[in-house]
């Protein structure tokens, strides 16, 4: 009988596991990189943060850093600028920052099918 018992719980476990809804894409210690290096070769990106929450460490040939500064919600976004007046691409995530972590919540692209995730 122990081991019906045994074997239910385990089983509720694994599926709560498996199913349980996360509301973020991805979780990262530390620092984020934003590589749109693949991309382009030209160094026409430019980004954009609303708030502080998260501190550009290194910039190098279109390969962003960045770590945390304060916790709270932040938008990163990125834009391709060809054109002086409008940019041809736009591409936006969702974060937050909390206890040293970066939380990646949505993504979004303008102009593009796909954009690089973060790592």
């Known amino acids: 009988m122990r081991y019906y018992i045994i074997f239910g719980l385990t089983l509720i476990a694994v599926l709560l596991i498996t199913f349980y809804p996360k509301d973020y894409l991805m979780r990262f210690e530390n620092q984020i990189t934003v590589d749109y ?59 937050v920052v909390k206890n040293n972590k970066i939380i990646w919540k949505n993504g979004e692209a303008l102009g593009l099918l796909d954009y690089p995730n973060l790592y």
């Open 37 to 95: 290096s693949k991309l382009t070769e030209d160094d026409l990106w430019t980004y954009e943060i609303d708030n502080d929450n998260l501190l550009l460490k290194e910039n190098l040939n279109n390969k962003w850093v960045f770590i945390p500064n304060k916790n709270g919600k932040t938008i990163l976004t990125f834009y391709y600028n060809r054109d002086d007046d409008k940019y041809t691409y736009k591409i936006t995530y969702e974060l």
